[in-house]
């Protein structure tokens, strides 16, 4: 519990210099892990609420530690909305249990109000990474159709929701690959 409070203390500085720095507004920073890392991205991630909170939270096979939600929840009356949340969970994963997962989203919609927080459940998953440990292609990649392309396709939709859209001003000189399309534009 130490060495998480540590890295949820080093990663809330890192934010709060960032926002500081007048680089990117709270809104617009998003977090994304898995196992561990999914972990310390909702502890970061629920550590900014109301007009503090982030744009958007992903996790991967990780769920908040049942000490951290307990401390909370004996110590701190219920908080302002956390941002949106998504959490994608293996049916076949034997590390991260489905209860801590559970667990979790009860805690980020009772005690947060997490504005939107969705459980993406991936059919014969084990603990991977998004878009493995299904029954992927020869390259371990999610294939068309199967339940780790529907995982990759239900994050790609979560970011394209909630990550911040760049500013025309900063698009100049880029180059904008249309979905669908093979023709290259330029902005």
């Not at 550590?47 to 701190?76: D, K």
């Not at 994608?88 to 980020?108: A, F, N, P």
């Not at 998004?130 to 529907?150: C, H, L, N």
């Amino acid at each position: 519990m130490r060495s998480l409070t540590k890295t949820r203390a080093l990663m809330c500085s890192c934010i709060d210099h960032i926002v500081g720095a007048g680089l990117w507004q709270h809104n617009q920073i998003s977090l994304f892990g898995f196992s561990q890392g999914g972990c310390t991205a909702l502890e970061v991630h629920r550590q900014y609420s109301g007009p503090r909170a982030l744009g958007g939270c992903i996790s991967i096979a990780g769920a908040l530690l049942e000490e951290s939600v307990w401390a909370e929840e004996s110590s701190c009356p219920q908080q302002q909305s956390v941002g949106p949340v998504l959490i994608t969970h293996g049916e076949k994963d034997e590390v991260t249990s489905r209860e801590s997962i559970e667990m979790t989203l009860k805690h980020l919609r009772s005690h947060h109000q997490a504005k939107t927080c969705m459980l993406q459940v991936v059919p014969g998953k084990g603990h991977a990474m998004m878009g493995q440990g299904t029954a992927a292609g020869a390259a371990g990649v999610a294939t068309a159709g199967s339940p780790a392309e529907a995982e990759v396709r239900k994050c790609m939709e979560f970011f394209a929701a909630t990550l911040c859209r760049t500013p025309p001003h900063l698009l100049e000189g880029c180059i904008e690959v249309k979905p669908g399309v093979c023709d290259v534009q330029k902005v």
